[in-house]
């Protein structure tokens, strides 16, 4: 008990403590402050992983309807579902739930 109150009267204890709590808690860079920037970075990293892949499918699409411009016709059914004036469209749609 008696090294206890040694440790509490030591002054450069009592200020790496107070040190401490400071810069877990009330510091503008807390501990749960780094955790929701991380969260937040790890998010926008998602999103741009998704960003760039739908930009090189777009440009993969683009570069096939600059090269060829029979596919123009084909691209325009497939992805805006037009069609000709004397045409019907169906479109089906495929889900994989199972009934059981």
Not at 2 to 13: G, I
Not at 75 to 83: G, L, S, T
Request: charged share 35%; hydrophobic share 40%; glycine share 0%.
């Amino acid at each position: 008990m008696k090294k206890l109150v040694e440790l509490l009267r030591n002054k450069y204890f009592l200020a790496i403590v107070a040190f401490v709590a400071w810069m877990l808690f009330f510091d503008k860079n807390d501990v749960l402050s780094q955790y929701e920037y991380r969260t937040e970075v790890n998010k926008l990293q998602q999103e741009k992983d998704f960003y760039l892949k739908e930009t090189a499918i777009v440009k993969k699409d683009l570069k096939e309807l600059d090269s060829n411009l029979g596919t123009a016709e084909k691209f325009a059914r497939e992805k805006y579902f037009m069609k000709k004036d004397n045409e019907d469209v169906f479109v089906i749609v495929h889900t994989n739930d199972k009934k059981k």
